[in-house]
Nanobody
Framework: QVQLVESGGGLVHSGGSLRLSCAAS????????MGWFRQFPGKERELVAH????????TYVDSVKGRFTISRDNAKNTVYLQMNSLKPEDTAVYYC???????????????????WGQGTQVTVSS
């Protein structure tokens, strides 16, 4: 059973930074793509960023491009989301998730993420 544990959320002023971490256990971390998602109240979960299993390709939602960076440390079984220049509209619960397919090269649709963390709250005050 794969377990994902997020940390690093909190309260920050507009323009500030946070780094989210997601520690994985239970299978070979380095063989699976990882994603960060967020969920606004009353809304469906949306993809924020994805990183391929080998770390060679990253994808971002337009609203965070140039501000957020996803990375992974396969030696530590951890994926990160560095969030800079935070805005109040970034306030949400952030989740990390793992792709179900081994060494997938294309970015998967949301239904292909089969393991999820518990979520961490990020609040950006104006």
């Amino acid at each position: 059973q794969v377990q994902l544990v997020e940390s690093g959320g909190g309260l920050v002023h507009s323009g500030g930074s946070l780094r989210l971490s997601c520690a994985a256990s239970g299978r070979s971390f380095s063989d699976y793509g990882m994603g960060w998602f967020r969920q606004f109240p009353g809304k469906e979960r949306e993809l924020v960023a994805h990183i391929r299993w080998d770390g060679t390709k990253t994808t971002y939602v337009d609203s965070v491009k140039g501000r957020f960076t996803i990375s992974r440390d396969n030696a530590k079984n951890t994926v990160y989301l560095q969030m800079n220049s935070l805005k109040p509209e970034d306030t949400a619960v952030y989740y990390c998730a793992a792709d179900r397919s081994w060494r997938r090269y294309a970015m998967p649709p949301i239904q292909e993420y089969n393991y999820w963390g518990q979520g961490t709250q990020v609040t950006v005050s104006s």
